[in-house]
């Protein structure tokens, strides 16, 4: 048949046919799905982040009208930069990664041991996760009663001996003050670290256990060879939503001290701009730049990671190479 005769006995396309098509119901119950939640996260996501990038190179506030608005250009950005106060509040975030490190490491020692047979394993996991199930200002409350003067820490450390004028005003000395709202994130968020890490090592293949004992692997060495660089995603993704977490610390400083004593994180000096001092422009450029360091310091884990997890990916190739062999070498045997 020639061409010109296909192209003449091809029917034309219908889209009454093309609907009533497997192809085509697939097609609209996927786009059906599809399209809710895309207009969901454009509307409340995508939108009001393009507005607040343009708030940024105006000078305004809130109930400033749109003719009346006085666009500066980049000078928002200058004074993000120029401002001592916002620099102090980024160095606050220090603290608040020194914490998330502490954080991981305790979630990840916890997670190592409560993976295996433990007695009241799934209650002690149960007590460690709670914290995180509760509202972030509630946390804000029971620590600012936890460390008020004379109240429950100063009582228990003055039940260990101490005497209750040698210690500090946890709140209001500048020495430590900072220092106690990271304890409460910590406090707050290992559990849930460790949650995640329980299901990570769980999924490691037993069988490299039993390998590496066979080789006089002790669990030490195991936990370095085997579960670190198996479970390797996970700590990559649980350091990078830490890190990013500590650049945007707020519930702690803002209802416990509400920011004062040197307490006050970028988030909350950027609340003070925004919403006390009106100006909605300097407070817009803060964000930006804030997103800007988080997206440079998601890459730079990245990079990090990628460089420290190279050698044992080599070896689980290496592993995962010579655990087909054998398994190819036992179907042999049993198909003789």
């Known amino acids: 048949m020639s061409a010109e005769t296909m192209k003449k006995t091809k029917k034309p396309f219908s889209m009454k046919k093309w609907v009533k098509s497997r192809n085509g119901q697939q097609t609209i119950v996927i786009l059906s799905f599809m399209i809710i939640p895309l207009l969901l996260l454009f509307v409340f996501t995508y939108l009001p982040f393009g507005e607040m990038v343009k708030f940024s190179f105006y000078k305004m506030k809130y109930a400033t009208p749109v003719d009346k608005r ?75 009663f936890f460390y008020t003067r004379g109240f429950v820490f100063d009582t228990v450390l003055q039940w260990c001996g101490f005497n209750l004028e040698s210690l500090p005003f946890w709140l209001k000395d500048k020495s430590v003050n900072n220092i106690s709202l990271v304890a409460s994130s910590v406090w707050r968020y290992y559990g849930n670290n460790m949650v995640l890490f329980i299901g990570a090592i769980m999924s490691v293949d037993s069988e490299m256990y039993e390998a590496a004992e066979l080789d006089g692997a002790n669990k030490f060495q195991q936990f370095i060879h085997i579960i670190l660089p198996s479970i390797k995603t996970i700590v990559t993704l649980n350091v990078i939503l830490s890190i990013t977490g500590s650049l945007s610390a707020f519930d702690p400083p803002y209802v416990i001290t509400k920011g004062g004593g040197g307490t006050a994180t970028y988030f909350v000096l950027m609340d003070k701009i925004a919403h006390t001092n009106q100006q909605v422009g300097l407070a817009s450029a803060m964000a930006v730049v804030l997103l800007l360091i988080i997206f440079a310091a998601t890459i730079l884990q990245k990079l990090f990671f990628k460089l420290v997890f190279r050698s044992s990916d080599a070896d689980n190739e290496e592993y995962t190479r010579r655990k087909r062999l054998r398994r190819e070498r036992r179907w042999k045997k049993e198909a003789v």
Request: include cysteine.
């Open 70 to 144: 006085q666009f500066v250009g980049f000078r928002n950005y200058i004074d993000v930069f120029k401002k001592d106060e916002c620099f102090s509040a980024l160095k606050l975030g220090l603290y608040y990664m020194a914490g998330a490190m502490v954080q991981l490491v305790l979630a990840l020692y916890l997670a190592t041991i409560l993976s295996f047979k433990t007695k009241f394993g799934n209650m002690f996991k149960g007590f460690m996760f709670f914290p995180y199930l509760i509202s972030g200002i509630a946390i804000g409350f029971i620590f600012k």
